[in-house]
């Protein structure tokens, strides 16, 4: 007999099936038995009863244990019914119980935990009610995020993560020893994407990168996914933004049509993003912040505190209606070399943050796409353009204007679903301490 | 005035139009000049007549400058009507020509260049015609491949790069420096992928991993995108065969809708993907190597040499119709600690290597699932069980009977187009002297 995946059973009722599962619960009472199964669908309740035979053969299980469960869909009774869950109307009438493997458990897995004591027991944790719904949400995401890309023409490319230099030219960054040189991981993909403007127009990665940053904080991974698109013929950063604004929209899309159980458990609130997406300059979010909303030390500064960017983001979703808020013309020497300078704003840059939910989500922008102009950038930061050589191929190769973004997903993920640290939206986090298991200083 | 793709341009006849686009070719002849314009979609064919001031504007153009054009969309003379071609039939008569880039090439961009030279100049020489070509079938393998599995229910995960050790425990592995620590890059997410199982029942990644070989050939590169899948539930290995087969059918339906013209520029050859794959045991296959197809010292070896990967193929194609061939039941001695010894033929595993058009393209098999079993498999390859605790808690904790396969992005886009080179099918290929650009040594 074929397996029914048990969020079909109710569809079942009366017939004879078979399930392949967890067992999620168990009790054993006399000569009775009462069981949750879960599969990667759902749960559903199971019960041994009048049958001796099958109860000898179930008398070891205990949770997590993997069974295939023979048995008959009965209609609960009325009064047993629980209409808000999947399969809440009935329940598997077990006949035959086989046992695929055993298991032992270190604590109940619906259990809060700790931070520390879910990552050290993560391959056991990630199992959870909670934990599964967070990654199913988080691989939605992705499929938005791409899918939305998929039709506006991008064309995805595997961008490499072993290179010669740190392409962002500031983060900190981890050495590879590469036989008899030394190489370093990638920051990010940003000079692929750019190089492959100039072939397919519009790009985009989805892929690992690496920050060797030191502190280990709710906000920073030494390792996580970057989501990154990058697009050609631009007028200016203002395309950017419309085309993330759009992948946004996607993505909550998506999420709503295929992830909406898992919302709906871990209580995420409904994402707004209404059709004029919130944008200002970064020194009129500077007066904004210390005129209306009470901010000190704002006006002037190079950059947003976190502070700041909480508060412009509680002024957007109360006054205008969005979780998303762009800033714009952040100064050159906070940007990176290849970030556009505005002509008509001297000293600050096509450049933008988008602020999601309280913190930056994406840093984008206009780049510079002329040769002399780009290698200008280089010197400015005290770059030397000759580390640059095969990158800037590309530019003197016929380069269109053109501008792009990098969205952490592990970052969007906890916003989305208002996670209070990171690393609970990172399967397997990197710290400076920890590769999976603790690491001996 | 909007921008149409060039791709597009056949549709407007007698209307004025805007293209952005790249200088393909450029002729000036008198007071006249013919262009070939050139974006993502396609190229068109444009003239200067009679426009004295568009063409003074244009006298500096040359190959590869980026421009935005304007101009009326005009029907060719019949005489000049190529039909084999996208806008064979229409020319654009320029109005208007902006600069938007200009460029200096090194070479013309559609020649024959040898593998170095290709390298060295891999930004500039990914825009050609036959590049563009083999990345656009490569992103649309990538896209055949997750589509198939997202419609039988696998979710998709970012496996992590920096890890602990060497998964597969044997392959040659890259060390990074990791604050005080020392780690290495995953040659594999095959211990995540496993983990996973636990969690999703079936999951995939597509993601870069790492081989610190120090041969340089034109089977082997040192970073490489690996499309990986894992399932649980099995049987056994024959689950796994059926579902790589059908992912196999996904990818050739995805790219004859969706890269037919890049399939048939590149010449490539059918896909021969039968119902019923050819499929033997490894002792099988000898036999029928020394038995049939004349080859010598094949039998009793525990493993195919290429030669005998290229024969097997050439009959399974010749008598079978089949690209596809699984060879299975490699020794225990040369599969990973993971690999499931079959009950029934013991010293032997049930694992698979899948042949493709002469060369192996995926490894794969039923994976050992039971803790002890795993343990076993362990120390029977000299490794300690107590550096594998974290991936163990898995299979401590409820893990079903599993399997799952690894497939090499960058081979399998080359056997299916036909390259000499695996490098051919990479974009920013890894080699042990070159990291984009050539190492010192």
């Not at 993920?413 to 400076?432: D, H, M, S, W, Y």
């Amino acid at each position: 007999m074929r397996r029914t995946m048990i969020k079909n059973l109710s569809e079942k009722k009366g017939q004879e099936v078979k399930i392949k599962c967890w067992v999620d619960t168990v009790r054993f009472q006399g000569k009775m038995a009462f069981f949750d199964f879960r599969d990667v669908s759902g749960k559903v309740q199971g019960i041994i009863f009048g049958k001796p035979e099958v109860l000898e053969s179930a008398k070891d299980l205990r949770n997590e244990w993997v069974v295939e469960v023979s048995g008959v869909i009965n209609q609960r009774p009325e009064k047993n019914i629980n209409k808000d869950i999947v399969n809440g109307d009935v329940e598997i009438e077990i006949t035959n119980i086989e046992i695929l493997n055993k298991a032992e458990i270190p604590f109940e897995l619906n259990e809060d935990l700790n931070l520390d004591v879910s990552l050290d027991n993560r391959p056991y944790v990630l199992k959870s009610d909670k934990n599964r719904a967070i990654f199913k949400v988080q691989a939605e995401i992705v499929k938005g995020f791409r899918n939305t890309l998929n039709s506006f023409g991008f064309t995805e490319f595997q961008a490499p993560k072993i290179v010669g230099g740190d392409a962002e030219g500031g983060a900190e960054v981890y050495n590879v020893e590469y036989f008899k040189n030394s190489a370093s991981l990638a920051t990010s993909p940003q000079l692929y994407k750019q190089i492959m403007v100039g072939v397919f127009e519009r790009v985009f990665a989805v892929g690992n990168v690496f920050r060797a940053e030191k502190h280990s904080t709710s906000r920073h991974l030494n390792e996580y996914s970057s989501l990154d698109f990058e697009m050609g013929f631009i007028k200016d950063h203002a395309d950017v933004m419309d085309m993330f604004a759009d992948v946004m929209r996607g993505i909550k899309k998506n999420l709503e049509e295929n992830a909406k159980a898992e919302l709906d458990f871990l209580k995420a609130e409904e994402i707004l993003i209404p059709d004029e997406i919130p944008t200002m300059k970064l020194s009129e979010a500077q007066v904004l912040l210390e005129e209306k909303l009470g901010a000190e030390n704002a006006i002037g500064e190079p950059d947003l505190e976190p502070e700041h960017e909480r508060m412009l983001c509680d002024y957007a979703k109360k006054e205008l209606n969005s979780d998303l808020i762009f800033i714009t013309h952040y100064p050159v020497s906070k940007r990176p070399f290849y970030t556009y300078e505005d002509e008509n704003d001297k000293g600050f840059t096509k450049s933008f943050d988008a602020l999601f939910k309280g913190v930056e989500i994406v840093s984008g922008g206009q780049r510079r796409h002329d040769y002399d102009d780009l290698v200008e950038g280089m010197k400015m930061k005290g770059l030397n353009p000759d580390d640059f050589k095969f990158y800037l191929q590309a530019f003197k190769t016929g380069m269109p204007p053109h501008g792009g973004i990098g969205l952490g997903l592990e970052r969007i993920t906890q916003k989305i679903l208002g996670l209070k640290n990171v690393k609970e939206a990172a399967l397997f986090p990197r710290e400076i301490n920890r590769i999976d298991t603790l690491l001996n200083e």
